[in-house]
């Protein structure tokens, strides 16, 4: 059974920064496109950024572009999210997820499996 196990959340001012991580025990990890999502409070949970299996390649939501930065130890079965320039609307459930094939994705849907979530609190 795969579990992904978010950490790294909490709560910070608006211009801050994050990093949060997502530690994965799928093997092997190197095999596996990771993503992360996030939920706001009443909002539907949506796409943040994803990572190829090597590292190599990479996308954002344009909300976040430039901001964040999404990268992947294999040797650690861990994938990353550096979260700069924070902003209120930044605040949400941030949400690990894991797809068995090499393609990047945003569709939710094309994700296998899914952590518990870390909470991002971003004061103005």
């Known amino acids: 059974q795969v579990q992904l196990v978010e950490s790294g959340g909490g709560s910070v001012q608006a211009g801050g920064s994050l990093r949060l991580s997502c530690l994965a025990s799928?093997?092997?990890?190197?095999?596996?496109?990771m993503g992360w999502f996030r939920q706001a409070p009443g909002k539907e949970r949506e796409f943040v950024a994803t990572?190829?299996?090597?590292?190599?390649?990479?996308d954002y939501a344009d909300s976040v572009k430039g901001r964040f930065t999404i990268s992947r130890d294999n040797a650690k079965n861990t994938v990353y999210l550096q979260m700069n320039s924070l902003k209120p609307e930044d605040t949400a459930v941030y949400y690990c997820a894991a797809r068995r094939r090499p393609f990047t994705t945003s569709l939710q849907s094309d994700y296998n499996d899914w952590g518990q979530g870390t909470q991002v609190i971003v004061s103005s």
């Open positions: 990572i190829h299996w090597s590292g190599g390649i990479s």
């Open positions: 799928v093997r092997p990890f190197n095999s596996y496109t």
